[in-house]
């Protein structure tokens, strides 16, 4: 294999293959994942990156496309890119000499480059080997640059490291890497040190305790892999394969080499995974080497295709797509398609008219779940195998609703729910093969979007075909649900003030509710206290208490009910007063009580199972006044009535009493229409955010994407997106989750992020990890006596409860205002 030095401008490197089970979109957890079965899962890795799992999906197109349409200023020259990397949405090719990271959309082949450099980054030649994409950011291996370079995939905004070990990184060389779901381990080339980065806050350590026996030799490895569980460096120089424990840093060699077999220099570039065996890739070798991680067992294989010349320097890199290892080639004369079952080798190549392929063409392949990338290093361009006959989708969207699961091109069975109000939607399937047809409910689809689909009320089929030009067939079927519309048994109704009269009743309406559920009910653009009707056990039958109407001026009242879906229905209800004038009454003074109270934060909270109070909290003084807050100018706090404090499951003796008076006081909490604060449920994501943004303290902080969930007309639209750009919340990849409860590590970091408390002493608790996300927060707030554990514990990822939230708010807002009032 050719050397990478300072006196060669050739590059020798493997891409990482970055591949999402969700386009543009990856498990958290992907550091956790173990080693998967072939066929239905795959670990997406060539030796040089890593990017978690992608369900297996066999090549089996076999045209060559080109593409060469570089972006504007941008000129290509030769030995560009080292290597690339697929993020679930686009391919990123890793600048070697080429002076811009170039991303390239797949469905379209169309490019745009990045060279925003960081301040104090100069980017010279021979610059990057390789990369890996940690689910959120692509991290630039460094070959001869000076600094690892994050690259976050969705803004393009670039962040340098350079805090080596020892201060510097010297003479070392890098050539790809492995991520294990928590770190970026760079592979050495040049050098001794295996760096591994903290991807979170970038601190390196080093590891060099080589097996006993080791003979590194001149450029050691050509990437790694890892397997779930271990991280595997593949052998170019040194004399064999190496394992190290990513938690110790112990290492392990194996060089059972097969009997037929000479390991040699240069030998290997690169390699994959097949949820067993680790396969290295032949560079100068003679055999593709199957190891079984399993027992230690290598086998060769070299039975190579009719008509194949092998050359030196032959591959750089490979993929795999669940059945077959793709090798893709340096100098070999062909695309290598190798069986990983039988080991039977078949070759491709049948190029593109025009394009020649010379010595040094590619470094590099990117698997983008149908087809196989080829990335170029002296070729003038991007070649594509396999897409010919794709009967995919790469995306599909509707004018109304929201697609459950998220749309995934291995996913065909889609659920989404509209508002009555919804009579037609419209479809838009985008075609990962541009030349196949598609059709939606039997019409082709020629424009992109389909024709109006009318929608009948419940649940309405919509069914998409596509067929590609060598007759691949395949169906995506969506159910689209139009909610029934709420209705209620009668719109007006007169109500008399006089206390004789037969019209001095309660008025009791019934609600056809079709599945949904009364969320409130509002009168003259004002939320109706809780105290002011009853709701029977079916909730479909609303009491307007005759007590309270006989309070409203004479003249028309108009009451809105609003529901969890579906449209809102009115209830006209005119006052009238017949009390004779010798018959009036002039009432002794009260104090004047307003019709209307704050919304209930908690009034959509479905019914959840109780969770045990987990946290040992003393008795809590009444707080010190509190200075009214501002409030967000949509939604004004209305005076809360006292008596509403008199929640019927909350007694004057209960541990967290003290702190929900006080919120209910303040009109940052309230309860439920049948008056209980239901203590032990579980509280939602977006309720909390309901709490916090009444207080008056979320300001603008930075201008950030919108959750994908959270549409425009979502009903606590305003206080999630508020919340967003003050960075209290941040979601999981663009999704928030409003109604998913909250744990108490999360709950911590808000409170934490909302009054901006600083550590103030060295507490904590047994079961929160100084590594772990949470630490800072859950310290933060034991050393200002806010949350005081149960017996040393603190149970982070417990979800916590409406009780015990309100007494962590309760208790920062008793400090936030004595720091402030100091």
């Known amino acids: 294999m050719m050397k990478i030095t300072k006196r060669i401008s050739v590059i020798v490197m493997i891409i990482l293959i970055t591949v999402a089970s969700i386009p543009g979109k990856f498990d958290t957890n992907i550091g956790g994942i173990l080693p998967v079965t072939a066929a239905a899962n795959i670990l997406s890795q060539d030796g040089i990156g890593y990017s978690g799992s992608i369900a297996g999906n066999e090549v089996v197109g076999t045209a060559f496309s080109g593409y060469q349409d570089w972006p504007s200023g941008f000129s290509k020259g030769v030995s560009a890119f080292a290597g690339g990397i697929f993020d679930g949405t686009s391919i990123w090719m890793i600048p070697y000499n080429a002076d811009q990271l170039i991303k390239i959309n797949p469905a379209t082949g169309e490019m745009t480059g990045f060279s925003d450099w960081p301040v104090g980054f100069t980017k010279g030649s021979n610059a990057f080997a390789g990369g890996v994409y940690d689910g959120t950011n692509i991290w630039l291996i460094p070959y001869s640059a000076n600094q690892i370079i994050k690259v976050n995939a969705t803004t393009g905004v670039m962040t340098g490291f350079s805090d080596w070990p020892g ?36 601190a390196m350590t080093s590891y060099n305790s080589w097996p006993s026996g080791t003979i590194l030799g001149s450029y050691p490895f050509y990437g790694s892999i890892f397997d779930g569980s271990s991280i595997w460096l593949i052998p170019n120089g040194t004399d064999r394969l190496i394992k190290v424990n990513p938690d110790t840093g112990d290492m392990i060699g194996f060089n059972n080499w097969p009997s037929e077999f000479t390991k040699s220099a240069n030998a290997f570039f690169g390699g994959v995974f097949d949820g067993t065996n680790i396969w290295l ?154 030349q196949a047809t598609v059709t939606v409910n039997g019409v082709v689809v020629t424009g992109g979007q389909s024709q109006a689909i009318p929608l009948n009320i419940g649940d309405n089929t919509v069914t998409i075909g596509i067929t590609t030009n060598n007759s691949n067939t395949k169906t995506y079927t969506i159910t689209v649900t139009r909610v029934a519309a709420n209705t209620i048994t009668t ?32 009168i003259n653009g004002n939320m109706l206290a809780a105290n002011k009707y009853q ?74 199972p109780s969770v045990p109070n987990t946290e040992t909290i003393p008795e809590v003084a009444s707080p010190p006044p509190i200075k009214e807050a501002p409030v967000i100018p949509t939604e004004p706090i209305a005076e809360i009535v006292e008596e509403l404090i008199n929640l019927s499951d909350i007694k004057t003796d209960y541990w967290a ?75 999981n990849d663009g999704i928030f989750n409003p109604k998913s409860p909250l744990t108490r590590a999360q709950a911590a970091k808000i409170i934490v992020l909302l009054f901006d408390f600083k550590i103030k002493g060295l507490e904590s608790f047994d079961d929160v990890s100084k590594n772990a996300w949470y630490f800072p927060y859950v310290r933060t707030l034991a050393t200002n006596n806010i949350v005081l554990g149960d017996n040393g514990h603190f149970y982070p990822n417990q979800p916590i409860t409406r009780a015990q939230f309100a007494t962590m708010l309760y208790r920062a807002l008793q400090l936030f205002e004595k720091e402030n009032n100091n």
Not at 347 to 352: A, D, E, K, S
Not at 514 to 519: A, D, K, R, Y
């Open 167 to 202: 201060g510097t990184k010297g003479s070392d060389q890098f050539i790809g890497g492995a991520f294990d779901g928590t770190n970026i381990w760079l592979t050495p080339y040049s050098g001794s040190r295996l760096i591994k980065i903290d991807s979170v806050t970038g």
């Open 281 to 434: 890739i032949p560079n100068n070798a003679t055999h593709v080497i199957k190891f079984d991680t399993t027992t230690g067992d290598m086998t060769g294989y070299n039975g190579w295709p009719s008509g194949f010349t092998m050359g030196s320097q032959s591959f750089a890199g490979g993929v795999y797509d669940g059945t077959n290892i793709w090798l893709v080639p340096s100098s070999a004369s062909m695309l290598i398609k190798l069986n990983a079952t039988t080991g039977e080798m078949t070759g491709f190549n049948n190029w593109p008219n025009g394009f020649t392929k010379g010595n040094s063409a590619f470094f590099g392949g990117v698997y983008d779940g149908e087809n196989v990338w080829m990335i170029p290093f002296s070729a003038d361009r991007v070649i594509k195998f396999g897409d010919s006959s794709s009967s995919d989708l790469s995306g599909l969207t509707l004018s109304s609703g929201t697609l459950s699961p998220a749309f995934n091109t291995t996913i065909t069975s889609y659920t989404v729910s509209v508002d009555n109000e919804v009579a037609n939607i419209d479809i838009t399937p985008t075609l990962r093969d541009a």
């Open 491 to 522: 719109n007006t109704v007169n109500f008399d003030k006089y206390s004789s009269a037969t019209g001095y009743q309660d008025i009791a309406v019934q609600l056809n509710l079709f599945g949904n559920t009364l969320q409130q009910i509002e």
């Open 535 to 608: 709701i029977n056990g079916l909730g479909d039958i609303v009491t307007l208490k005759k007590e309270y109407l006989e309070t409203l001026n004479p003249g028309t009242h108009s009451f809105v009910f609003k529901f969890s879906a579906g449209n809102d229905v009115a209830l006209t209800i005119t006052v009238n007063d017949s009390t004779p004038p010798n018959n009036a009454i002039t009432p002794n003074p009260t104090p004047s009580i307003p019709d209307v109270i704050l919304p209930p934060t908690f009034d959509e909270v479905p019914a959840s």
């Open 657 to 731: 009493y003290e702190a929900i008076k006080s919120l209910i006081s303040k009109g940052i909490i309230l309860g439920y229409p049948n008056n209980e604060f239901r203590p032990n449920e579980l509280i939602s994501r977006e309720h909390i955010i309901l709490m916090i943004s009444r207080l008056g303290l979320l300001t603008i902080k930075r201008d950030v994407s919108e959750f994908t969930d959270i549409p425009s007309d979502y009903l606590y639209y305003d206080e999630i997106r508020l919340a967003q750009l003050a960075g209290i919340i941040d979601g």
